[in-house]
């Protein structure tokens, strides 16, 4: 009975190639097969005449393009996804029977949608807001799906609060806006009133919330998961994903401005490094818990407004996710694709956290209404890579043909065939944890500390950090019309620290809070993104060249820069060749007015011979964007002196020098900081 099932890294690749069709050098058909020979004139009474009723060509087109459109995602609706592999590196076989967590050097496919949350499909790609991180893995045993975020917990703690949620921070109703934006009325004053949102208000309002590059983010499964091994015994269970490149973000100030700029900027950049070449990788960790420690901890791990600190329970890393692969076609995939945390396999499980409890029943119930019936599992993208049968049947866009005479179980004439299997065969055994209680619609006591995890998050930030989070909660407060809002919030902010509650205060118009304070000095290092890698890798250089640069300097650096493995982007005043003062050639492939500084990780100036004072002011433009943001600048012979006029050239990040070689290792280190806080801004 058992079906031979071979699953490698390429087995969806595979899969997915009856279904690529290719139109290059073929004849333009009709959906029947029907070979059209006029594609631009419909058919009419008369050159001058009414179009007919009897084009049919015409008809099937219009109708088709008229019906294109699917409802967006009621959240998430704006994601980028791609395809990829997953390795695992050491065995989870004492925690859990999952069939690809057994074999080191497991390899199977996945694929990953990143999203924003609350703007809609057409929204930008940089508002304030968590990022969508859920992971398809494509495994012998069925699809398991870790719809997670990148950040750690949630707003709220009970799915029933969920619709109530999104309708606050969605645009308000009787205007339809702001469209992907928390910093308006109905969001705070959702928080206020629900302040177990404390802690992921305070990720929320950190640059976690801004992200340079969705290579560039954590993830993580949010809930407590379970773990079961072979012999039945569970371990509680939270996922990470940790990306190779570090954490990296930018200022609010530049995300708002990236966001009119190229609203694109950060799909098109995953796009890109995928292109390149430059595969995107995330370490996947566990952190483990024993059942029996369940209650050691002094928060509720239930409670998905809490994180295991990793200085308690250390993220072990087991594997390695890496994205090799761009869609074909966005629609098909990225948007027919259709996650749901309820998608486990054997020895993966579920805890009784309400709130993913609650997200058990929403994901298969929004497929339905978005992707038009119960078929969605037969969509190229979601179909598992190993065999699946039941006796399901029939519905809107069936395409399997299911042979045989009973749809049904317990039959006689098919010898109850598909049979379920027995655990030692495969069969999904639901954890048989132990449930007593009333049927009660209550809050758990343990839930109830809504504060102190915030105040932790609050010491583990860097002063740069703290900064940046007060600046954030000035602004999105300073935006609520209704001064009652803005009160409540900053009383409760008062809850999580005082000291900040009374600077935003000061800010957005209101009172100091009367109380508040904590007594929380616990701090958790792994929160903090100053502790993160720091690389120079596939970081993106804008270059100022002018006409008559120095040849060899010039030249120098630019391969200099490659070596180290940036993107040097030569920009000038107009598009096309640049000659050096030797006769060098370099192509400029981005103008001042097409290639705005917040594009770009760096800016090296290398000026040109006499540069026009037109030309001088846009560079300038340049370097008070770059600098004013931290990034880092760089400058060798005549771009020295621009940088002079600016008054930056003894501020920290900022690198001149006359010698090429010189100047490259100190810049390189400067870029790989990524931004240089320290500065005089
Ligand atoms: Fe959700 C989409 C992650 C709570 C209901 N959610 C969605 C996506 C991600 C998450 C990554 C996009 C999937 C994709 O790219 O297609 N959601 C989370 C996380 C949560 C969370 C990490 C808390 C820990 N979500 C949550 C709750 C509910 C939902 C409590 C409802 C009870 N989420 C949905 C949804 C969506 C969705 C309405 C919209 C589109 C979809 O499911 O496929 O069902």
């Known amino acids: 009975m058992s079906e031979e099932n071979k699953v490698n890294e390429n087995s969806k690749n595979e899969q997915l190639e009856p279904f690529r069709s290719d139109d290059r050098d073929k004849h333009l058909t009709t959906n029947q097969g029907l070979k ?29 393009f008229d019906h294109e459109r699917i409802p967006e995602r009621v959240v998430h609706a704006r994601g980028y996804g791609a395809h990829g592999e997953f390795e695992l590196y050491e065995s989870m076989k004492p925690y859990t029977k999952a069939k690809f967590l057994q074999q080191p050097g497991t390899k199977i496919p996945v694929f990953t949608r990143f999203s924003t949350v609350a703007g809609s499909k057409g929204s930008f790609d940089i508002p ?24 750690p917990v949630f707003f709220i703690q009970d799915a029933i609060k969920f619709p109530d949620f999104i309708h606050a921070v969605k645009p308000e109703p009787d205007t339809g806006y702001p469209q992907a934006a928390s910093a308006h009325d109905t969001f705070w004053d959702f928080i206020a009133n629900n302040q177990e949102s404390a802690h992921m208000v305070m990720w929320l309002m ?20 379970r773990f079961v091994n072979d012999e039945g015994k ?62 050691k901890f002094d928060f509720d791990i239930l409670d998905p407004t809490k994180l295991w600190p990793e200085e308690d329970v250390p993220v072990n890393i087991i594997g390695k996710m890496t994205l090799n692969r761009n869609v074909d076609n966005v629609f098909a995939e990225t948007e027919q694709v259709a996650f749901h945390p309820g998608s486990v ?10 709130l993913l409890q609650g997200r058990l029943f929403s994901y298969t119930d929004t497929q339905l209404i978005r992707l038009g019936g119960p078929n969605f599992h037969e969509l190229p993208i979601n179909r598992p890579v190993c065999p699946f049968h039941n006796n399901q049947r029939d519905g809107y866009g069936r395409q399997t043909i299911n042979v045989g005479k009973t749809s049904y179980h317990l039959n006689s004439i098919s010898s109850n065939m598909p049979s379920p299997a027995s655990v030692e065969e495969g069969g999904y055994e639901h954890y048989q944890e132990k449930v007593d209680g009333l049927k009660i619609q209550a809050r758990s006591e343990s839930f109830k500390d809504h504060f102190s995890q915030a105040t932790m998050f609050w010491n583990s930030m860097s002063d740069v950090e703290k900064q940046h989070i007060q600046e954030a909660f000035s602004f999105e407060l300073g935006m609520v019309n209704d001064r009652a809002i803005r009160q409540q919030v900053v009383d409760m902010i008062a809850h999580i620290h005082l000291e900040l509650a009374k600077e935003v205060a000061a800010n957005i118009g209101v009172r100091e809070p009367l109380t508040g304070g904590s007594n929380v000095t616990k701090s958790s290092p ?11 890798d596939t970081l993106k250089i804008a270059v100022i060249l002018d006409e008559g640069f120095n040849d060899t300097e010039v030249e120098t650096a630019i391969q200099g820069l490659k070596k180290f493995h940036t993107y040097p982007t030569v920009i000038s005043s107009k598009l096309g060749k640049i000659k050096g003062e030797n006769g060098t050639e370099i192509e400029a492939v981005a103008t001042f007015d097409t290639g705005d500084p917040v594009l770009f990780d760096a800016l090296y100036v290398a000026g040109g011979k006499n540069s026009s004072n037109g030309f001088v002011k846009k560079v300038s433009y340049m370097v008070q964007e770059t600098f004013k943001h931290f990034k880092p600048i760089g400058a060798m012979g005549a771009g020295i002196e621009i940088l002079r006029k600016n008054g930056v050239t003894e501020e920290p990040g900022v690198i001149t020098e006359d010698k090429a070689e010189n100047f490259i290792t100190k810049y390189i280190d400067a870029v790989a900081a990524h931004r240089h806080w320290n500065r005089n801004v």
């Not at 954490?247 to 490094?273: C, L, M, Y």
């Open 128 to 151: 304030r807001d968590v990022r969508g991180f859920a992971t398809k893995f494509y495994t012998e045993e069925g699809n398991f799906d870790l719809v997670g975020n990148n950040m």
């Open 36 to 64: 059209v020979s006029e594609d631009e004139f419909s058919l009419k009474a008369g050159s001058r005449g009414p179009t007919l009723m009897e084009d049919f060509h015409f008809r099937e087109k219009m109708t088709h």
């Open 234 to 295: 569970s371990h509680f269970v939270k996922f990470h994903w940790k990306p190779k490149l570090g954490i990296h973000s930018t200022v609010w100030d530049e995300a708002q401005k990236v966001n009119g700029k190229n609203p694109d900027f950060n799909r098109q950049d995953i796009h890109e490094s995928i292109e390149n070449g430059d595969y995107p990788e995330w370490e996947l960790g566990v952190q483990l818990v024993p059942e029996e420690d369940e209650f």
């Open 345 to 354: 396999v054997p020895g993966i499980d579920f805890s009784n956290d309400p």
């Open 206 to 225: 950190s640059d976690r919330a801004i992200p340079r590059s969705l290579r560039m983010m954590e993830g993580f499964g949010v809930h407590t998961f």
């Open 526 to 536: 792994a929160l903090s993104q100053m502790n993160t890698v720091h690389k120079a």
